[in-house]
Every structure is written in C-alpha cells, then in structure tokens.
C-alpha cells in the first residue's frame, strides 16, 4: 500500500516495491520535524529506516541504488535514482561526520545511520578496540597438549590458545567442526590457572540455542573434569530483562555482569543491539568467547556482528608470536586466516557430522560456486536435485510410518529417534515452496486429518514456554502411553512426556523454515525451494540448510533456482568491517 501523502520519489520508490509504507511514514514523519523538504534527503531517510527493516545497519549511498531488490509482486519500472546526496550535508535532519552532535540520521564515510544504530555500532567497534589495547590476560598454555592430545598441533588447540590469551575471541567453523569440544577444554584450561576457580557463563540468543549449549558441555565436563552442574541461559536473562525497555537490561555499562569467563553460542544469530549491551556489562576484565558459523543465516533483527567480525580488518602490527609455540605455517592457516588471527578469530575446518560429499557441497556453497554445487547433486549418491516430487512422497510416507508405529507403541524415545531421520526445510513460511503449503500436503500424503492430536505427529513450540521448560524451536512428537495421548519432547538421553492440555503455543511439523532448523541436525534433509526470483533464496540460506544434513540431502527445485541461490549472498550493510570511521566526514 503506497502511503496517500506519499509524493515525488517517495510515492515512485514505493510503487516500485522499494519502499513499504512503514518507510514512507517514518520519512513523512522527519519531514514535518525538521521542515525538510528535499526529495532526496527524504528518499535517503527512507531507504535508512528501509536498510534496517531488512538488516542492515546503515545505507551505503554508493552502492544502494545496485544493492536494493523491489519486492517480487512490484511491476517492473526503471527507477530515477539520485546522482548526487549532497543535498544531506545541509539537512537539519543530518549530522555529518562522527562528532557532529545528535541529529535523527547520521551521515559518515558515505554510510547513512539512523542514528540510534550508529551509536551502538560505536560501543561495539569501542569495546572491541579498547580491550584489544589492554594487556592480554596471563594465561599458563602448559596443559594444553593434554587437553588436546595429538601427534600435532590442531586448530581446537590453537583456538583454545587464542582465546585463553584475549580478553575477546571469535571461534567459528561450519556444524561438527568441534566448537562446543573445544569450548569444554578451554573452560578446564581456564579452571587450571592460578587464583580462584574463574565464574562462568553459558549464553545463547535463544532458549532452545542455550539448552542446546547446556546439553552440549555437560556432555563434555566429565570427559575434562568440568563441573556437571554448568548451566546456559538465553542472553536476555543473562543480562537481566527489564520490563520497561526492550533493549536496555539490568546488566550494563555501570553494573557488569560477575563473571569471569563469558560464552556465546550461535553468535551469528546476534544482532547489532544486543551484542552492542552484552559487550558493555562484560567486564573489561573478562574474557569474552564468541561460538559461531558467520556462514549460517543472519540475525532476524539489523546487524550481521558475527561476519562483520571475523572479516574485519586486522589491527596494525605483526602478531606478537603464536600461543604455545604454535606456528600458524604448520595449522595451514591462509594468509586471511593469518590477518584473523590477530582479531582473535581462528576457524575450525574439519567436520565430523557428515562425509565428503555433504562437506563437498557445502563448502563448494559458501565458497559461491555454483556450478561446482550442481555438479555434486548430480553425481554424488548422497546428494540429488530432483525437479519433482515423487521421491520425497516416498520417503515422507515411510519415516511418517515408522514414527508412528513407534508414537502408538508409546515408545517416545524411539519416536524422537525417528523425528530426526528426516526434515522437509522450507525458505518461506507461505506459498506453494512454504512451510503451510508442505504440512497441509503431507497431512494429505498421510491421511491425517486437521485439527486433531494423533500418534506420531510432530510438533513445534513457537513461543517460549517456561512452565514446561520448553522453548521456542523446541521439537516434539505426540505419543500415545498408558494415560492418554502426550507430547514428548528431548531432554538429554531420555524423552520428556508432557500432557497435551498444557500445551499453549504448538504447531504441527511436518515442514520447518530454515531459520527454525538452525543448529539442529538431521540425517536426511530435503530443501524445497522457491522460484529464483524469490529474495529470500540466498547463499547463507542453502549452506544453513544442506549443513543440518548429517547423512543425505535431498533439493527439490531447479537448477536456475539453486543458481540463485549461490550466487545471492545476503549483503549487510555496516561500519564495522571499516577500521576507523574519520571524524567529520560525509
């Protein structure tokens, strides 16, 4: 809908599906504020508030009018871009430049802000920068060769060096690489130092990440000595939810959080506002360890930290020697995995949760190769791109039967199991490649009817649900026991039964978007996707996909689509990959 008080480029850009009406309003809006009249600084606003509607911290004015994609619905039209944003210099509604005091935009470097996203960009590049001039923390490195046993130097040891040894570190790498493993011997390895037992935090941008996380090093804490009682909370209860404010928290820059060592699993999910409040309420005297796949999917809300990070350009000077006498020429560390390593950033490579032909494809899909990709689908046995339907029928039906024999035979853990045989992932939520169209088509495929609980059906919790200590992404499958039908749902090594009737916020699952499958694992895989021209079809969106696969993935689309898809990296716009923002610039 184009806003009626929309003229000029504003009614134009959105009549073209460039703009949404939110965006119009918000520059109508500055307007009437700051009596600005020109076209241009109004277009400029609106594409701002667009740039973070759509994830991007700021709007890069050079490079906007090739950047921006109308929506899929808009009638094809050539747009008058400007040739010239001067005419922002001398808005009232512009502050140029770093130091230029508070106006709603903020011009710098050419990248255009509102204002707000400017300020948090500044604590983020402020805290990195200040706690990478200070001292690095001592750190005895003896224990290491015991931790990470081997007849040479591995990147789980390096990373565990790196990040002992800074008081801010990046450790990333695609699903299986040994990130949670080696979080666990970095823990121990910090437990060993001398003085008291360091306080530890476990976090994650979401509750069903930090059970995840919990589960996870638990796991691992008896392997190293750790305690077993190490727990991991969503980062909004790490920083304490405040009722009144959606971003500000209890912990912050005047009331730090009391722990010594602070880590952060699926990093990648973390947008620009809350990793701008968790690095002020760590203490600079913390150490702070950022887990996570740059590669997956961006945050829902604006900012891309995690990439903007590790792709960042590295501090001036050459790196002060390797920690333990680890020379990066025996790790096989490029010469960019060089220059991140003095960032703090080491990548591990090797993935342990499926073959070479699954780590083929989704290494051939980040590296944006994408006849490399269609060649492995169509020759690798494990992996196929099949335009129709008929083989995933097949295989829906069977595992839809085997779930639920086991459902009806209440053996729920036999059935949780089987829920993770199989996952249909969809790139949108509606339409005929959405995840509404594919749940109602395999209801259809198994005979069930809508409406109603029945064994084997599985489930979705889409809203955390702290009574139940269930979170949302949390999956589940009804099974039938001695007292009804119930829900059942992972817990460790053993099945959760929680009756139906307490359940408030659940949805059938035969089909998952890819957003909702991120950080679970799955043997087999299917990706349905959508015409090539759907915006959402994205690199991040296929690698976050076929990397949930363990053992098979299956694409059902077509070739132009998968093209799309490798070849359409999602795009952020942001500061932080710039060293310095120069003061007074526009």
């Known amino acids: 809908m184009i806003p009626v008080r929309a003229t000029g480029l504003l009614h134009e850009f959105a009549a073209a599906g460039v703009l949404s009406a939110a965006d119009v309003h918000v520059a109508l809006r500055l307007?009437?504020?700051?009596?600005?009249?020109?076209?241009?600084?109004?277009?400029?606003?609106?594409?701002?508030?667009?740039?973070?509607?759509?994830?991007?911290?700021?709007?890069e004015l050079a490079t906007v009018a090739g950047s921006v994609v109308p929506d899929e619905d808009a009638?094809?039209?050539?747009?008058?871009?400007?040739?010239?944003w001067t005419a922002l210099t001398g808005s009232p509604l512009v502050a140029v430049?770093?130091?230029?005091?508070?106006?709603?935009?903020?011009?710098?470097?050419?990248?255009?802000?509102?204002?707000?996203?400017?300020?948090?960009?500044?604590?983020?590049?402020?805290?990195?920068?200040?706690?990478?001039?200070?001292?690095?923390p001592a750190v005895d490195l003896a224990s290491l060769s015991s931790l990470f046993p081997g007849p040479a130097?591995?990147?789980?040891?390096?990373?565990?060096?790196?990040?002992?040894?800074?008081?801010?570190?990046?450790?990333?790498?695609?699903?299986?690489?040994?990130?949670?493993?080696?979080?666990?011997?970095?823990?121990?390895?910090?437990?060993?130092?001398?003085?008291?037992?360091?306080?530890?935090?476990?976090?994650?941008?979401?509750?069903?990440?930090?059970?995840?996380l919990q589960e996870a090093v638990r796991e691992q804490a008896a392997a190293v000595g750790l305690p077993v009682d190490l727990t991991a909370s969503t980062l909004h209860r790490l920083l304490g939810w405040r009722p009144d404010s959606r971003s500000r928290f209890r912990?912050?820059?005047?009331?730090?959080?009391?722990?010594?060592?602070?880590?952060v699993d699926e990093?990648?999910?973390?947008?620009?506002?809350?990793?701008?409040?968790?690095?002020?309420?760590?203490?600079?005297?913390?150490?702070?360890?950022?887990?996570?796949?740059?590669?997956?999917?961006?945050?829902?809300?604006?900012?891309?930290?995690?990439?903007?990070?590790?792709?960042?350009?590295?501090a001036g000077g050459a790196p002060s020697g390797h920690p333990a006498g680890l020379d990066p020429a025996d790790l096989d560390l490029d010469d960019t995995e060089q220059q991140q390593l003095r960032n703090g950033v080491v990548r591990l490579r090797l993935s342990r949760r499926y073959g070479a032909a699954i780590g083929g494809l989704a290494?051939?899909?980040?590296?944006?190769?994408?006849?490399?990709?269609?060649?492995?689908?169509?020759?690798?046995?494990?992996?196929?791109?099949?335009?129709?339907?008929?083989?995933?029928?097949?295989?829906?039906?069977?595992?839809?039967?085997?779930?639920?024999?086991?459902?009806?035979?209440?053996?729920?853990?036999?059935?949780?199991?089987?829920?993770?045989?199989?996952?249909?992932?969809?790139?949108?939520?509606?339409?005929?490649?959405?995840?509404?169209?594919?749940?109602?088509?395999v209801n259809r495929w198994t005979g069930a009817a809508p409406g109603e609980w029945r064994p084997g059906q599985p489930l979705l919790v889409t809203a955390n649900d702290h009574e139940n200590a269930l979170y949302n992404g949390d999956t589940g499958v009804v099974v039938a026991t001695g007292d009804g039908l119930r829900a059942a749902f992972g817990r460790g090594r053993a099945a959760e039964l929680?009756?139906?009737?307490?359940?408030?916020?659940?949805?059938?699952?035969?089909?998952?978007?890819?957003?909702?499958?991120?950080?679970?694992?799955?043997?087999?895989?299917?990706?349905?996707?959508?015409?090539?021209?759907?915006?959402i079809l994205t690199r991040e969106l296929l690698y976050t996909a076929v990397t949930r696969a363990s053992r098979r993935v299956r694409v059902v689309g077509s070739e132009e689509a998968v093209r799309a898809a490798v070849g359409r990296q999602v795009v952020r716009a942001s500061g932080l990959r710039r060293r310095h923002a120069e003061a007074g610039s526009g």
């Open 498 to 535: 929680v009756p139906l009737s307490r359940l408030s916020s659940v949805a059938t699952a035969h089909a998952l978007t890819v957003h909702r499958s991120q950080g679970s694992q799955y043997e087999d895989v299917t990706v349905v996707l959508p015409s090539e021209s759907s915006a």
């Open 251 to 263: 912990h912050d820059a005047g009331n730090h959080l009391p722990y010594d060592v602070v880590v």
């Open 97 to 136: 430049g770093a130091g230029a005091p508070w106006r709603p935009l903020r011009l710098v470097d050419g990248l255009l802000y509102l204002d707000r996203y400017w300020q948090q960009e500044q604590v983020v590049r402020r805290e990195l920068d200040e706690r990478a001039a200070r001292p690095a």
């Open 75 to 84: 009638p094809p039209v050539e747009l008058a871009w400007p040739a010239d």
């Open 31 to 59: 307007s009437r504020l700051g009596n600005e009249r020109s076209e241009t600084v109004l277009l400029a606003a609106a594409l701002a508030v667009r740039g973070v509607r759509t994830g991007s911290v700021c709007v």
């Open 153 to 212: 130097p591995d990147r789980q040891r390096l990373a565990a060096a790196v990040a002992a040894g800074r008081w801010v570190s990046v450790l990333t790498g695609g699903p299986g690489t040994g990130k949670t493993h080696t979080v666990a011997r970095l823990l121990r390895l910090l437990s060993d130092q001398p003085g008291p037992a360091p306080r530890i935090a476990l976090a994650a941008p979401t509750g069903k990440a930090a059970a995840r």
């Open 363 to 441: 290494e051939a899909v980040r590296a944006g190769d994408a006849d490399r990709v269609l060649t492995l689908l169509h020759v690798e046995e494990a992996l196929s791109l099949d335009p129709g339907t008929d083989a995933l029928e097949a295989e829906v039906r069977a595992v839809g039967a085997a779930i639920r024999a086991a459902a009806e035979a209440g053996d729920a853990d036999r059935s949780l199991e089987l829920l993770g045989r199989h996952r249909l992932l969809c790139a949108h939520r509606h339409g005929p490649a959405g995840v509404s169209y594919w749940n109602d088509r």
């Open 267 to 314: 990093s990648s999910m973390v947008p620009l506002t809350m990793m701008a409040r968790l690095l002020e309420a760590v203490r600079p005297t913390a150490r702070l360890v950022l887990v996570g796949d740059p590669d997956q999917l961006t945050p829902v809300e604006a900012g891309a930290v995690l990439s903007d990070l590790v792709h960042r350009p590295a």
